[in-house]
């Protein structure tokens, strides 16, 4: 038997294809709803790269059709990009699934209703059912990626099948932040639910939704904080709960709440 060895010239050449692939990540990570363009300029900033290599690697995402040129010079999303996420959202069964429940869900509770689905590094708002009927309307964009200290972010850290990955996340934030998180987080998987205000005025009631592997999005219905309570005795919490129930039922997950009962 001969044990064939790689030269180091390809061990070189694996480690930059790597580099490469977690650099084209990066840059498509830089798009949200607040940064729908990017410039070379942009990218070479905030991923600390010089100009010339921020433009080749944008240069080179045209190419491939990930990224379009726009008559100004800089650059959104490509024609693949939007149809790979189409797909990926196209194959998630909950977001076929949820705009039933969503719909009765904000005529019970005279709220907007918002489904997330677990992004790259948090939740990403990926449907919203508003109540038209109130004439305060609380509402948030589709596509939003939602901080750590919001109601989804919690239910998603506490349900998180990648615990590990879970703890990397948060030892990103500032010590005491981190304590007060993950003590918050212990409370979710206790409770089963969440209830926050992260921004002022605008409270969320937040609940997980499983399929058949796991957490699969959060439930939330959002509101001013003088119509919404976030009591755990909340009428409103419980018919999110028995929301997010029910869709789990329907996509044959296990809702995990219910062995803390």
């Known amino acids: 038997m ?7 010239d390809a061990e070189r050449g694996d480690q930059a294809d790597i580099q490469a692939v977690s650099r ?34 944008c240069t080179s995402l045209v190419a ?17 990009l939007l149809q790979l996420g189409a797909f990926a959202i196209g194959h998630r069964r909950v977001v076929n699934l949820a705009p039933r429940h969503m719909r009765a869900l904000s005529r019970a509770t005279q ?10 590094t948090g939740p990403v708002v990926s449907r919203v059912e508003e109540d038209t009927s109130t004439i305060v309307l609380v509402s948030v964009r589709v596509g939003s990626h939602l901080p750590m200290d919001t109601a989804q972010s919690k239910i998603f850290l506490a349900y998180h099948a990648d615990q590990l990955a879970v703890e990397r996340l948060m030892a990103n934030l500032p010590a005491q932040t981190r304590h007060e998180l993950r ?4 409370h979710v998987r206790a409770v089963g639910h969440c209830s926050a205000m992260s921004t ?42 028995d929301t997010a129930r029910a869709l789990t039922n329907e996509l044959g997950g296990h809702y995990g709440p219910d062995d803390t009962d």
């Open 24 to 57: 084209v990540s990066q840059i498509l990570s830089l798009f949200d709803p607040s940064t729908p363009l990017v410039t070379a300029n942009m990218v070479a900033e905030r991923l600390d790269l010089n100009r010339t290599t921020a433009y080749r690697y």
């Open 183 to 186: 003590t918050e987080v212990d």
């Open 111 to 120: 709220t907007s209703v918002v489904l997330s689905l677990w992004g790259l």
């Open 2 to 8: 001969t044990k064939s060895t790689r030269s180091p």
């Open 64 to 80: 491939a059709g990930l990224l379009e040129r726009n008559a100004e010079g800089g650059y959104v999303p490509g024609g693949l």
């Open 200 to 241: 002022p005025g605008v409270v969320a009631v937040a609940a997980p939704v499983f399929d058949e592997y796991g957490i699969c999005a959060t439930l939330a219905i959002v509101g001013p904080d003088n119509t919404l309570s976030m009591s755990d005795d909340a009428p409103e919490l419980r018919v999110v709960v």
